[in-house]
Protein backbone atom coordinates (compact mmCIF):
# COMPACT_ATOMS: atom_id res chain seq x y z
CA UNK A 1 0.00 0.00 0.00
CA UNK A 2 1.02 3.61 -0.47
CA UNK A 3 2.17 4.86 2.46
CA UNK A 4 1.00 8.95 1.79
CA UNK A 5 -2.22 7.41 0.90
CA UNK A 6 -2.50 4.88 3.80
CA UNK A 7 -1.72 7.86 6.26
CA UNK A 8 -4.56 10.16 4.51
CA UNK A 9 -6.77 7.24 4.50
CA UNK A 10 -6.21 7.35 8.37
CA UNK A 11 -6.15 10.45 8.86
CA UNK A 12 -10.35 10.37 7.76
CA UNK A 13 -11.43 7.03 8.97
CA UNK A 14 -10.21 8.04 12.52
CA UNK A 15 -10.62 10.62 15.36
CA UNK A 16 -7.51 10.60 17.94
CA UNK A 17 -7.33 12.68 20.88
CA UNK A 18 -4.61 15.16 18.69
CA UNK A 19 -7.48 15.83 16.51
CA UNK A 20 -9.91 16.53 18.80
CA UNK A 21 -8.34 19.83 20.16
CA UNK A 22 -9.73 21.39 16.92
CA UNK A 23 -7.39 19.78 13.72
CA UNK A 24 -9.63 18.69 10.88
CA UNK A 25 -7.96 15.97 9.13
CA UNK A 26 -7.27 16.42 5.55
CA UNK A 27 -9.42 13.95 3.12
CA UNK A 28 -7.76 11.36 1.55
CA UNK A 29 -6.92 11.81 -2.49
CA UNK A 30 -6.55 9.08 -4.87
CA UNK A 31 -3.27 10.80 -6.19
CA UNK A 32 -0.44 12.27 -3.31
CA UNK A 33 0.22 15.52 -3.14
CA UNK A 34 2.63 16.61 -4.45
CA UNK A 35 1.83 20.68 -3.90
CA UNK A 36 2.06 21.79 -0.19
CA UNK A 37 3.36 23.98 2.54
CA UNK A 38 4.91 22.70 5.72
CA UNK A 39 6.58 25.26 8.64
CA UNK A 40 9.07 24.44 11.04
CA UNK A 41 10.35 26.44 14.01
CA UNK A 42 10.74 26.04 17.80
CA UNK A 43 12.01 26.88 21.59
CA UNK A 44 8.45 28.48 22.36
CA UNK A 45 9.36 28.36 26.16
CA UNK A 46 8.36 31.44 27.78
CA UNK A 47 8.16 33.76 24.87
CA UNK A 48 4.71 33.97 24.61
CA UNK A 49 3.64 37.35 22.84
CA UNK A 50 6.54 36.19 20.02
CA UNK A 51 4.67 32.77 20.12
CA UNK A 52 1.43 34.50 19.05
CA UNK A 53 3.05 36.21 16.29
CA UNK A 54 4.10 33.47 14.85
CA UNK A 55 1.23 31.31 14.74
CA UNK A 56 -0.89 34.64 13.55
CA UNK A 57 1.48 34.88 10.44
CA UNK A 58 1.86 31.13 10.27
CA UNK A 59 -2.08 30.80 9.64
CA UNK A 60 -2.30 33.36 7.06
CA UNK A 61 0.24 31.06 4.84
CA UNK A 62 -2.18 28.22 5.09
CA UNK A 63 0.03 24.85 5.85
CA UNK A 64 -1.30 21.07 6.34
CA UNK A 65 1.52 20.67 9.12
CA UNK A 66 3.75 22.67 11.52
CA UNK A 67 6.61 21.12 12.89
CA UNK A 68 7.94 22.32 16.16
CA UNK A 69 11.29 21.47 17.49
CA UNK A 70 11.13 21.17 20.76
CA UNK A 71 10.53 23.35 24.36
CA UNK A 72 6.96 23.89 24.23
CA UNK A 73 7.05 24.78 27.56
CA UNK A 74 9.32 26.23 30.31
CA UNK A 75 8.65 23.37 32.45
CA UNK A 76 6.57 20.09 31.27
CA UNK A 77 5.67 19.15 34.33
CA UNK A 78 3.42 22.47 34.71
CA UNK A 79 -0.18 22.09 33.77
CA UNK A 80 -0.41 25.43 33.91
CA UNK A 81 2.45 26.34 31.22
CA UNK A 82 0.64 23.52 29.03
CA UNK A 83 -2.89 24.95 28.96
CA UNK A 84 -0.95 28.52 27.77
CA UNK A 85 0.77 26.74 25.23
CA UNK A 86 -2.35 25.28 24.20
CA UNK A 87 -4.36 29.04 24.34
CA UNK A 88 -1.64 30.10 22.01
CA UNK A 89 -1.49 27.42 19.45
CA UNK A 90 -5.62 27.15 19.23
CA UNK A 91 -5.34 29.00 15.98
CA UNK A 92 -3.44 26.47 14.01
CA UNK A 93 -5.89 23.91 15.19
CA UNK A 94 -8.65 25.99 14.38
CA UNK A 95 -7.89 26.26 11.11
CA UNK A 96 -7.26 22.66 10.42
CA UNK A 97 -3.31 22.56 10.84
CA UNK A 98 -1.61 19.58 12.51
CA UNK A 99 0.83 20.45 14.73
CA UNK A 100 3.73 17.73 14.89
CA UNK A 101 6.46 18.73 17.78
CA UNK A 102 9.92 16.54 18.93
CA UNK A 103 10.54 16.96 22.74
CA UNK A 104 12.78 19.40 24.09
CA UNK A 105 14.89 19.45 27.70
CA UNK A 106 12.64 21.75 28.60
CA UNK A 107 9.17 19.53 27.81
CA UNK A 108 10.64 16.63 29.99
CA UNK A 109 8.71 15.63 33.12
CA UNK A 110 5.06 14.34 33.48
CA UNK A 111 2.95 13.51 30.46
CA UNK A 112 2.70 16.93 28.84
CA UNK A 113 4.68 16.35 26.18
CA UNK A 114 3.38 12.89 24.74
CA UNK A 115 -0.40 14.88 25.44
CA UNK A 116 0.50 16.95 22.69
CA UNK A 117 1.84 14.33 19.90
CA UNK A 118 -0.96 14.59 17.31
CA UNK A 119 -2.45 11.06 16.25
CA UNK A 120 -2.38 9.23 13.89
CA UNK A 121 1.40 9.14 12.75
CA UNK A 122 2.50 5.94 10.64
CA UNK A 123 5.47 4.21 12.89
CA UNK A 124 7.11 5.15 16.32
CA UNK A 125 5.84 6.21 19.66
CA UNK A 126 4.72 9.15 20.97
CA UNK A 127 8.48 10.13 21.95
CA UNK A 128 10.01 9.38 18.60
CA UNK A 129 7.93 8.95 15.44
CA UNK A 130 7.19 9.32 11.56
CA UNK A 131 4.51 10.31 9.21
CA UNK A 132 3.70 10.62 5.68
CA UNK A 133 2.20 13.54 3.98
CA UNK A 134 1.62 13.62 0.37
CA UNK A 135 5.06 12.80 -1.25
CA UNK A 136 6.86 14.05 2.07
CA UNK A 137 8.32 11.60 5.06
CA UNK A 138 8.54 13.50 8.47
CA UNK A 139 10.48 11.80 10.89
CA UNK A 140 10.63 13.50 14.56
CA UNK A 141 13.39 11.89 16.77
CA UNK A 142 13.35 12.14 21.08
CA UNK A 143 17.06 13.50 21.64
CA UNK A 144 16.36 12.24 25.31
CA UNK A 145 16.05 8.55 24.58
CA UNK A 146 18.96 6.88 23.86
CA UNK A 147 19.53 6.88 20.06
CA UNK A 148 22.98 5.36 19.75
CA UNK A 149 23.86 1.83 17.70
CA UNK A 150 21.77 -1.09 19.11
CA UNK A 151 19.15 1.58 21.19
CA UNK A 152 15.79 0.63 20.51
CA UNK A 153 15.18 4.25 18.67
CA UNK A 154 18.19 3.74 16.94
CA UNK A 155 17.21 0.74 14.98
CA UNK A 156 13.36 2.04 14.57
CA UNK A 157 14.84 5.25 12.86
CA UNK A 158 16.97 3.06 10.41
CA UNK A 159 14.07 0.80 9.84
CA UNK A 160 11.74 3.71 9.50
CA UNK A 161 14.84 5.64 7.17
CA UNK A 162 15.40 2.18 4.54
CA UNK A 163 11.77 2.27 4.25
CA UNK A 164 10.98 6.03 3.48
CA UNK A 165 14.20 5.96 1.32
CA UNK A 166 12.15 3.59 -1.06
CA UNK A 167 8.51 5.47 -0.83
CA UNK A 168 8.58 8.68 -0.41
CA UNK A 169 9.94 11.59 -2.31
CA UNK A 170 11.76 13.79 0.54
CA UNK A 171 11.86 12.94 3.83
CA UNK A 172 12.14 15.42 6.48
CA UNK A 173 13.96 14.73 10.39
CA UNK A 174 13.46 16.85 13.28
CA UNK A 175 14.23 17.31 16.99
CA UNK A 176 15.70 18.94 19.76
CA UNK A 177 19.17 18.65 19.50
CA UNK A 178 21.34 19.96 16.66
CA UNK A 179 24.45 17.98 15.46
CA UNK A 180 25.71 21.36 14.34
CA UNK A 181 24.79 24.90 15.48
CA UNK A 182 26.77 28.09 16.22
CA UNK A 183 24.75 28.87 19.06
CA UNK A 184 25.09 28.94 23.11
CA UNK A 185 24.83 25.30 22.99
CA UNK A 186 27.18 24.25 19.75
CA UNK A 187 27.09 20.78 18.19
CA UNK A 188 26.28 17.23 19.36
CA UNK A 189 28.58 15.08 19.13
CA UNK A 190 26.74 12.09 19.38
CA UNK A 191 23.63 12.73 16.97
CA UNK A 192 27.37 13.83 14.83
CA UNK A 193 28.36 10.26 15.38
CA UNK A 194 24.79 8.17 15.66
CA UNK A 195 22.02 10.28 13.54
CA UNK A 196 24.06 12.24 10.83
CA UNK A 197 25.39 8.96 8.81
CA UNK A 198 22.18 7.22 8.51
CA UNK A 199 20.75 10.91 7.57
CA UNK A 200 23.73 10.63 5.01
CA UNK A 201 23.08 6.46 4.02
CA UNK A 202 19.15 6.91 3.40
CA UNK A 203 19.16 10.62 1.50
CA UNK A 204 17.14 12.88 3.75
CA UNK A 205 16.54 16.10 2.48
CA UNK A 206 17.18 18.13 5.46
CA UNK A 207 16.86 17.97 9.08
CA UNK A 208 15.37 20.74 11.68
CA UNK A 209 16.63 21.24 15.23
CA UNK A 210 16.35 23.85 18.05
CA UNK A 211 18.11 23.75 21.02
CA UNK A 212 20.00 27.29 20.16
CA UNK A 213 17.27 30.20 20.33
CA UNK A 214 18.86 31.19 16.85
CA UNK A 215 18.39 31.08 13.43
CA UNK A 216 21.52 28.59 11.18
CA UNK A 217 21.64 26.93 8.22
CA UNK A 218 24.41 24.52 7.13
CA UNK A 219 25.45 22.18 4.36
CA UNK A 220 27.49 19.40 5.90
CA UNK A 221 28.09 15.94 3.78
CA UNK A 222 25.05 16.86 1.38
CA UNK A 223 22.52 17.25 3.92
CA UNK A 224 21.06 20.52 4.93
CA UNK A 225 20.83 21.10 8.18
CA UNK A 226 19.05 24.13 9.84
CA UNK A 227 18.75 25.51 14.13
CA UNK A 228 14.91 27.70 14.34
CA UNK A 229 15.32 27.99 17.65
CA UNK A 230 13.72 31.45 18.02
CA UNK A 231 10.04 30.74 18.88
CA UNK A 232 10.12 33.11 21.62
CA UNK A 233 12.40 31.76 24.20
CA UNK A 234 15.07 34.28 25.11
CA UNK A 235 17.75 34.59 22.09
CA UNK A 236 21.43 33.27 22.38
CA UNK A 237 24.85 35.00 20.37
CA UNK A 238 25.78 33.49 17.50
CA UNK A 239 29.59 32.35 17.97
CA UNK A 240 30.90 31.88 14.46
CA UNK A 241 34.08 30.24 15.92
CA UNK A 242 32.12 27.22 16.78
CA UNK A 243 32.50 25.63 13.40
CA UNK A 244 30.71 28.31 10.79
CA UNK A 245 32.08 27.75 7.87
CA UNK A 246 31.54 29.78 4.20
CA UNK A 247 28.13 29.29 2.48
CA UNK A 248 26.27 29.21 6.33
CA UNK A 249 23.80 31.32 7.45
CA UNK A 250 23.12 32.18 10.82
CA UNK A 251 21.58 35.11 13.25
CA UNK A 252 20.23 35.91 16.22
CA UNK A 253 16.54 36.77 16.05
CA UNK A 254 13.46 35.33 16.47
CA UNK A 255 12.37 33.39 13.57
CA UNK A 256 10.35 30.55 11.50
CA UNK A 257 11.03 28.33 8.27
CA UNK A 258 8.05 27.90 5.49
CA UNK A 259 8.60 25.07 3.49
CA UNK A 260 6.82 24.72 0.24
CA UNK A 261 6.44 21.43 -1.48
CA UNK A 262 6.48 21.97 -5.13
CA UNK A 263 7.04 18.11 -6.46
CA UNK A 264 10.80 17.47 -7.22
CA UNK A 265 11.48 20.60 -5.21
CA UNK A 266 11.14 22.42 -2.07
CA UNK A 267 11.19 26.27 -2.01
CA UNK A 268 12.56 27.23 2.02
CA UNK A 269 12.53 30.77 3.28
CA UNK A 270 12.97 31.96 6.93
CA UNK A 271 11.44 35.20 7.90
CA UNK A 272 12.35 37.02 10.88
CA UNK A 273 9.45 38.40 13.18
CA UNK A 274 8.73 41.49 11.31
CA UNK A 275 8.11 39.69 8.40
CA UNK A 276 11.83 40.25 6.01
CA UNK A 277 13.39 36.77 4.85
CA UNK A 278 16.30 35.63 6.79
CA UNK A 279 17.04 33.11 4.37
CA UNK A 280 16.18 31.44 1.45
CA UNK A 281 17.02 28.13 -0.62
CA UNK A 282 15.73 25.65 -2.72
CA UNK A 283 16.03 21.54 -1.93
CA UNK A 284 15.96 19.32 -4.95
CA UNK A 285 15.29 15.64 -5.25
CA UNK A 286 18.33 13.99 -6.80
CA UNK A 287 18.67 14.31 -10.78
CA UNK A 288 16.38 17.36 -10.78
CA UNK A 289 17.08 21.18 -11.66
CA UNK A 290 14.63 23.67 -11.42
CA UNK A 291 10.92 23.18 -10.76
Known amino acids: MNRGWSFLALLACCAPVGLARGAAAPRPQAKLKTNFT ?7 RGGYAVHRAIVADIVKLHP ?24 IVAPLHQNHILVY ?17 TDPFTSGTKLHYSLDYGNCHFVSLDSFEKYGAGSPQYKWLESDLAAADKASQHIFVFFHVSSWSVGLHGDSLPAQKW ?5 EKYHVRAVFSGHDHIYYRTVRNGITYVVTGGGG ?6 DAGKGEITGDVA ?13 NVIVVTAYRLDGSVLDDFTLHA ?4 GY
Open 64 to 87: VLVLQTGDLVADGRSARLWRIYDQ
Open 38 to 44: FVVYGDT
Open 101 to 117: PARGNHDLGGNGYEEHV
Open 195 to 199: LDPLF
Open 286 to 289: PGTI
Open 233 to 238: APLYPV
Open 251 to 263: ESVHNYVVCKVRG
